[in-house]
Nanobody, 121 residues
Framework: QVQLVESGGGLVQAGGSLRLSCAAS????????MGWYRQAPGKGREFVAT???????NYSNSVKGRFTVSRDNAKNAVSLQMSSLKPEDTAVYYC???????????????WGQGTQVTVSS
């Protein structure tokens, strides 16, 4: 069984910073990609950032230059440092990982429980 456990998030004023962290545990063989998505009230889930195990990173245009994603392969962990936060960044943030387990031939998408980020104006 695989779990993704998130931490961080909270309430911050516009222009402030927050850091989200996520760690995967369980019968993991490899994790090709880890990243973050978010879902604002009344909207669908949207891509924020991903990093693969070779360190190749992608950001959505809306966060590029403000957010930094990083990964610790040894700990099966990914973090998201968010700076210059705006009210429109308010959302539930979800950690995502594509994981190959030791008991499967298939790569499966796993999700964290979500953590609320609220940016006040």
């Amino acid at each position: 069984q695989v779990q993704l456990v998130e931490s961080g998030g909270g309430l911050v004023q516009a222009g402030g910073s927050l850091r989200l962290s996520c760690a995967a545990s369980g019968n993991i063989d490899s994790i090709p990609t880890m990243g973050w998505y978010r879902q604002a009230p009344g909207k669908g889930r949207e891509f924020v950032a991903t990093v693969d195990r070779d360190g190749i990173i992608n950001y959505s245009n809306s966060v590029k230059g403000r957010f930094t994603v990083s990964r610790d392969n040894a700990k099966n962990a990914v973090s998201l440092q968010m700076s210059s936060l705006k009210p429109e960044d308010t959302a539930v943030y979800y950690c995502n990982a594509e994981i190959l387990t030791t008991s499967s031939f298939w790569i499966v998408d796993y999700w964290g429980q979500g953590t609320q980020v609220t940016v006040s104006s």
